[in-house]
């Protein structure tokens, strides 16, 4: 972890990590790669983790754009700079990856089912058309940025996000990106068994 | 046993108001005076169960339901069911209102920005 975020406060000079509850080294190792870290003090989950970060980041009035990605490596700086360099020059608000978009990505047979399945259901239910749903790269302006309030904590908050792109109208745009299934990506990545708990928290609100 | 169609009819009546209120955003005031309401509404029905125990056996056969006790089975289960989405929703009222609370504290307690031009998280 360390060394992913070495490697992009190269490019991004302001990094955030959010420590939600964790127990091993990780603060420490993001602080030594040299990013921020906003602690929170319960564990209150992914979605809520994003939120904090977002707003710790729009403090800074000088931030112009946001990216969102996830600080196991299996997001690349390169697609990250260039969906930056999209929402600098087009029209857009948000810009998020897709791994679906060319073949560099290679998920697992019931990991592509799920989330195809994932995509249908979000297109259908906010309108709004992506290939791919639950991509933690994403890259805003402010005003994406301050549009979308995460109230979703856990795993549907990816399905929330795209939601309030509709709501708020926000341009969008998807981007190609490589996502690298590490050992330790994997093993953090959400089991199959989610998707129960995803729509449970969509359904219930 | 042809007028079971009418226990059968508030037992599903009674879900069907569940759900409905599952789904309806709500005020805080009204959902607190329901809920009082209803619970009074459960000791009043408490009170006249015991005063006159044949009076339930009396309701249950009119509704199609064999004896007093299966009656009483039958509300028990329909007022946990809405006990537990009660409860449900107050946990999640109060979760959200907690993540408002924990992440005020994280942002706090957070450095402050050295302002290097553009930020991400």
Redo the contacts between chains.
């Keep these: 972890m360390r060394d992913v975020i070495r490697q992009?406060v190269e490019v991004?000079?302001?990094?955030?990590?959010?420590d939600d509850g964790s127990t091993d080294n990780s603060v420490a190792e993001a602080i030594a790669g040299g990013a921020?870290v906003?602690?929170?003090?319960?564990n209150?989950g992914q979605g809520?983790a994003?939120?904090?970060?977002?707003?710790?980041?729009?403090?800074?009035p000088?931030?112009?754009?946001?990216?969102?990605?996830d600080s196991d490596g299996q997001h690349g700086l390169e697609d990250a700079f260039a969906m930056?360099e999209r929402l600098a020059h087009e029209p857009l608000d948000i810009i998020i990856g897709s791994r679906f978009l060319d073949g560099r990505t290679k998920p697992g047979k019931i990991k592509k089912i799920v989330l195809k399945l994932a995509v249908v259901f979000e297109n259908v239910s906010t309108g709004v058309r992506l290939t791919d749903a639950h991509n933690g790269l994403r890259a805003m302006n402010r005003a994406a940025a301050s549009a979308i309030q995460i109230?979703q904590?856990r795993m549907a908050h990816a399905s929330e996000i795209v939601a309030k792109i509709g709501q708020n109208k926000l341009r969008y745009a998807e981007h190609p990106v490589h996502i690298i299934y590490t050992d330790y990506s994997r093993a953090k990545g959400q089991s199959v068994w989610n998707l129960v708990n995803i729509l449970n928290d969509l359904i219930?609100? | 046993m042809d007028n079971q169609i009418i226990i059968k009819i508030a037992l599903i009546a009674a879900l069907a108001i569940f759900a409905v209120f599952?789904m309806l955003p709500g005020s805080g005031a009204r959902h607190l005076a329901l809920r009082r309401l209803s619970m009074i509404g459960l000791f009043a029905v408490a009170v006249v169960a015991v005063v006159f125990p044949q009076l339930i056996n009396e309701i249950a056969n009119a509704v199609g339901v064999g004896r007093g006790t299966d009656l009483l089975l039958y509300g028990l289960i329909v007022v946990f069911i809405g006990n537990s989405l009660a409860a449900?929703r107050r946990n999640?009222h109060m979760?959200?209102e907690?993540?408002q609370l924990?992440?005020a504290?994280?942002?706090a307690?957070?450095?402050g920005?050295?302002?290097?031009?553009?930020?991400?998280?």
């Design positions: 992009a991004f000079p302001n990094i955030v990590c959010v921020v906003v602690r929170h003090p319960i209150l809520a994003l939120q904090t970060g977002l707003e710790y980041a729009m403090r800074d000088s931030a112009e754009f946001f990216v969102t990605f930056v109230e904590n219930f609100k | 599952l449900s999640r979760e959200r907690l993540t924990a992440r504290v994280a942002l307690d957070a450095p920005h050295t302002g290097r031009g553009s930020e991400r998280r």
